[in-house]
């Protein structure tokens, strides 16, 4: 049994149809590559499978589990976290308190309950050591290179025992040295048992780290198929429609 | 061969990260010297020695019982500005707010109301037009600048409506208890002073240790980013003018009881001074950045450079330029050292 399944998955706005019966299987411990030119249905797929939007008709099983997302805390509550393009970070904040924004622990003082600094900063070193990063709790975000603050936007997944981490374009806006970096905590997370579905555009990205590349093409899915048994060549058909399926 | 081209390059390596990391942890030390409070703190001190030295009635007791409670109700509203500051926010509404409040206090003295109902509908006064500001911004989403404009014009007129355009200083039988809580002084130290002190330190306290605190600074920073990882934005936005507007009841009440009397202009053009006493004190108008003291020392810099030009015998109409030019100083300081760090 697969660990997130998407069955006959449709989304309509209005009279547009961003997606049309789309099935996608997902196990623990794998990396998917979904492709797909702008506006193939990429991001309208991730964001019903994190709670963003639900799907028209179609099910979303985790675990076997049927599930119903009305909002994105309800998809992260059930260990889908999602790592969001832009990386939603707070430049003039630290890195332990953007890691733990909306979640921050608490502890008692006399009759209030003030933020754990010394819980937030350890529990934040504990897991970047676990990724292997160089980012320090106490930076601010401000001051960091585009891989630490993936790093920070990774971080966040950690906190609680995340099932499946969707990532939208992690390595758009990063120079080449910070992309490794990036890939590398991908891996990381697969090693953990995580299953990632990393969204891009990057060819080389996908072929380095994924083992599996779904395509997209106008709201359908066109290719589902082993990295191993597929090329660069052939995954550029599918995305521009030159070859219609494989 | 291999091995001795390998050393040198891991080593420079090495070399590298750790230029980079030393640069940004940054100790105590280093904070406190590129933190704008502190050196306004060092400015003040300055200006206090060198008044002092010219003018040595400057430092008497009687001057700085004066100058303090002078600052403190603009110290007051300034703690609730800095909370919407930091959401990234403003509001120009505050000098109106205490218009309105001074307003209703005085009308329900002079009907002989318990001097703890005129207070209580005083604050309540400023929660009510808070709340209604932050609703308009937080969720029907009008900028900031427009809404609290609105309100400048909107509580100004009706402090004179209310009170028929009439001053009011017939304060019924509670007026000696209502005239203490503002004009009153604890061992020499004026009530307000004592109110802008325990506020700085429940602000501080709030902004740095509490999750309240710590979504104003996430909102002014980055406000999507705050709303995809859950922060209530629509809510604490909300909040913060709400504090606003009971930080501008808070002095107007204080103000009015020290003053003894209640008009419809109380307040006029303080909003500029307000923010002006944030900025100085290192609070960043795009949001995101600032604190208690830095509004507590804001405000304190400004009066004590209108009364030192008052002593110098400099035309106290000066003021409104001084006050002006500060603000454009303190936000090009700003832009300065945020280039430096940056």
Redesign the interface.
């Known amino acids: 049994m697969a660990l997130l399944e998407l069955r006959d998955i449709s989304k309509h706005f209005g009279a547009i149809e961003a997606l049309r019966g789309v099935d996608f299987d997902l196990d623990p411990g794998e990396v998917v590559g979904l492709m797909g030119d702008n506006g193939a249905g990429k991001s309208t797929l991730v964001k019903c499978i994190a709670g963003n939007f639900r799907p028209s008709t179609g099910e979303i099983r985790l675990e076997g589990h049927t599930q119903h997302f009305h909002k994105p805390a309800d998809a992260r509550e059930r260990g889908i976290e999602v790592v969001y393009q832009d990386l939603a970070l707070c430049n003039n904040m630290t890195a332990a308190e953007n890691v733990f924004l909306g979640r921050e622990p608490k502890k008692r003082f006399g009759p209030f309950k003030i933020l754990d600094y010394p819980a937030m900063y350890a529990r934040a070193a504990e897991i970047f050591q676990e990724l292997k990063s160089e980012t320090r709790p106490r930076d601010l975000v401000r001051r960091m290179s585009g891989g630490q603050r993936q790093a920070v936007a990774i971080a966040r997944t950690r906190l609680k025992d995340a099932k499946v981490v969707l990532m939208d374009e992690p390595t758009a806006a990063i120079s080449v040295r910070q992309v490794k970096e990036v890939l590398d905590l991908i891996l990381r997370l697969r090693d953990k048992g995580i299953a990632v579905v990393l969204i891009s555009h990057r060819m080389p990205d996908v072929f380095t780290v994924c083992d599996r590349v779904v395509v997209m093409r106008r709201g359908t899915k066109v290719a589902d198929k082993k990295i191993a048994e597929s090329s660069p060549e052939e995954v550029t058909g599918l995305i521009t429609g030159a070859i219609r399926a494989a | 061969m291999t091995d001795t081209t390998q050393q040198p390059v891991a080593t420079q390596d090495f070399a590298r990260?750790d230029e980079v990391?030393a640069?940004?942890?940054r100790s105590l030390v280093q904070k406190i010297l590129a933190s704008q409070p502190f050196w306004v703190t060092i400015v003040l001190a300055l200006i206090c020695l060198v008044m002092n030295w010219i003018e040595p009635t400057f430092l008497t007791a009687d001057n700085l019982f004066n100058i303090t409670r002078n600052f403190a109700f603009i110290g007051i509203m300034a703690l609730g500005m800095t909370a919407v500051i930091l959401t990234g926010g403003i509001d120009l509404s505050v000098g109106s707010i205490m218009g309105v409040v001074g307003v209703v206090c005085g009308l329900l003295l002079q009907a002989e109301y318990h001097w703890l109902v005129a207070v209580v509908a005083g604050l309540a006064t400023g929660v009510v037009i808070g709340a209604v500001n932050g609703a308009l911004i937080a969720y029907l989403g009008l900028p900031p600048f427009v809404v609290t404009l609105g309100m400048l014009s909107v509580g100004r007129s009706l402090a004179v409506v209310l009170s028929e355009n009439k001053m009011i200083y017939e304060f019924g039988p509670y007026a000696e208890q209502f005239y203490w809580i503002g004009g009153g002084a604890i061992f020499g130290i004026a009530n307000p002073v004592w109110m802008l002190i325990v506020l700085t330190v429940v602000f501080a306290?709030a902004f740095a240790?509490?999750?309240w605190g710590?979504y104003l600074?996430?909102i002014?920073?980055?406000e999507?980013?705050?709303r995809?990882?859950?922060?209530p934005v629509d809510r604490i936005k909300m909040q913060a003018y709400i504090v606003s507007g009971l930080t501008a009841a808070i002095s107007s009440v204080m103000i009015v009881g020290w003053q003894g009397s209640a008009i419809n202009a109380l307040g006029t053009g303080y909003e500029l001074r307000v923010i002006a006493s944030t900025v100085i004190g290192g609070a960043n108008l795009m949001g995101?950045?600032g604190g208690a003291y830095g509004a507590f020392i804001g405000a304190a810099l400004i009066e004590v450079i209108r009364n030192a030009l008052l002593m110098a015998g400099v035309d106290s109409n000066w003021q409104g330029t001084f006050v002006g030019a500060f603000i454009v100083l303190a936000v090009l300081l700003e832009r300065i050292r945020g280039r430096k760090s940056?």
């Open positions: 990260i990391t640069l940004r942890e306290i240790l509490s999750s710590r600074y996430a002014g920073g980055n999507h980013a705050a995809l990882t859950g922060v995101g950045e940056d």
